[in-house]
C-alpha cells in the first residue's frame, strides 16, 4: 500500500480502511486508482463516521457475483431445482433479478 499517493482523511473502522465522503470527494481519483488497483475495499463514511458506502474494484465485485451465483446454484441444486448455467446466472445477478 505504500507506493499509493497518501489519502487524506483515512483511518480504520472495523474491517475497512474508511474516509469520509467530505475528504474522499476531494480525492476521488486517487481513490478510484488505488482501489482499482490494490482490490482493497474502502469505507465511505457522514459526518457521523457512520459507514455509508464501500468502494471495492470492478475485478473484485465480478469475483463476488461469481461467488454468488455459485452459492446460488448449489442451493438450488440442493432443494432439487435445475442449475442455471454460470453466464445466465452471472446477468441475471447484474439485472437485479
Not at 67 to 85: M, S, T
Amino acid at each position: 500500500m505504500s507506493e499509493y499517493a497518501p489519502l487524506r482523511g483515512l483511518t480504520r473502522l472495523g474491517p475497512w480502511d474508511a474516509i469520509p465522503v467530505s475528504a474522499a470527494g476531494e480525492q476521488l481519483a486517487v481513490l478510484a486508482r488505488r482501489v482499482a488497483d490494490s482490490r482493497e475495499e474502502i469505507a465511505l463514511t457522514d459526518e457521523e463516521g457512520t459507514i455509508v458506502a464501500v468502494v471495492i474494484s470492478p475485478s473484485k465485485l465480478e469475483d463476488l457475483e461469481d461467488d454468488l451465483a455459485v452459492a446460488r446454484n448449489e442451493i438450488d441444486r440442493r432443494d432439487g431445482k435445475e442449475p442455471i448455467p454460470h453466464e445466465e446466472l452471472v446477468a441475471r445477478l447484474r439485472r437485479g433479478e
